[in-house]
């Protein structure tokens, strides 16, 4: 049988794209940018691709969607987040789309847990005094952040992330608190403690870490009336979306004094980012680097060749469906 053709729309990690070489006639992209969508459909057309292997960021919207050729049967993405594809508009094509949980869950909450230590600590501020050579030496007052021990940090999104986050707050004395969908037995056995509504959540927490899905449902959802209901001086993380923090009230609160500190991997609009958060100190800034380690990242394409062998070379049901 002939290989099927995948098109890929970035450059991705060396095994990876070896390994798509190897069963694939591949369609490369040796750029690191998102693909235009319409260029992207073009492309798809010219080789006749069957997958597309794509990445957070690319634009898979409805028009993208309605232009790609019929020989397209699976979309595979680079990521777990699902936000950049129109699901609905794949889904009456008869298009599968996958996705890759589980494998980024330990490095995504790695970043979690960075920036809620680098935020409470100052690290962010810190690093950026000894660069600028404004360091006098050591003082009793300089630089004073918060211990974690003993503090009560809110999961917002208890899925595989948020419950690999919970086991390393653990470690540094962390009780935990979480908000969901549903009550999970196993993470309340480990000492968690459930919330059925925001206000009891937010008010019961000292450092609240994001870990919910982007899209119309959660648009702002950490907006300036949930913002109120944390404690002063509580702290705050988004390594999920961007789109779930409204920037203007985020950004108000920190240099108003309500929050202690920030950490974001995540903004609405990547890669620009909310202009007032360049000359907000408190805030520690990441470029969207939640699953970027060597093992994660080469787990991540194959588990999308997983699923584009299953569909296109095996003529299975996907492993990964998403939506
Ligand atoms: C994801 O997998 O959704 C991460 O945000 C990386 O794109």
């Not at 470690?171 to 935990?176: D, E, L, P, V």
């Not at 203007?248 to 620009?272: I, K, S």
């Not at 080469?298 to 699923?307: E, P, Q, T």
Request: net charge neutral; hydrophobic share 45%.
């Amino acid at each position: 049988m002939p290989k099927p053709t995948l098109l890929l729309t970035r450059r991705f990690p060396d095994a990876v794209e070896a390994r798509a070489q190897r069963d694939y006639v591949t369609m490369p992209n040796p750029s690191d940018k998102p693909m235009d969508g319409l260029a992207l459909a073009a492309a798809a057309a010219r080789g006749e691709a069957r997958g597309i292997l794509c990445a957070a960021g690319d634009a898979l919207d409805s028009g993208t969607i309605a232009a790609l050729p019929d020989s397209v049967k699976i979309i595979a993405t680079f990521s777990v987040g699902t936000d950049h594809i129109d699901l609905g508009a794949a889904r009456e094509r008869g298009i599968i789309v996958t996705n890759t949980p589980d494998v980024l869950s330990v490095a995504t909450a790695e970043i979690a847990m960075l920036l809620i230590l680098t935020a409470a600590r100052r690290g962010g501020e810190a690093e950026r005094m000894l660069r600028a050579r404004e360091w006098t030496g050591w003082a009793p007052t300089q630089l004073m952040g918060v211990t974690l021990e003993n503090k009560a940090l809110g999961i917002l999104g208890m899925g595989r992330i948020g419950q690999a986050l919970a086991q390393m707050a653990r470690g540094f004395g962390m009780q935990i608190h979480y908000r969901n969908r549903n009550r999970l037995p196993p993470a309340e056995e480990a000492g968690a403690t459930y919330h059925d509504n925001d206000t009891d959540f937010l008010g019961a927490i000292d450092v609240l870490s994001m870990h919910i899905p982007g899209g119309a449902a959660t648009r702002h959802w950490l907006d300036a009336r949930r913002i109120a209901q944390l404690r002063k001086g509580a702290i705050v993380v988004n390594t999920g979306r961007g789109t779930t923090v409204d920037d203007t009230a985020l950004c108000a609160a920190l240099q108003g004094g309500h929050l202690r500190a920030a950490g974001l991997d995540v903004f609405a609009g990547e890669p620009n980012i909310f202009e007032g958060y360049h000359s907000t100190p408190n805030l520690v800034l990441l470029p969207h680097l939640g699953s970027a380690t060597v093992e994660t990242r080469d787990a991540m394409g194959f588990r999308c060749l997983d699923n584009l062998d299953a569909v296109l070379i095996r003529g299975e049901a996907p492993l990964h469906p998403a939506g």
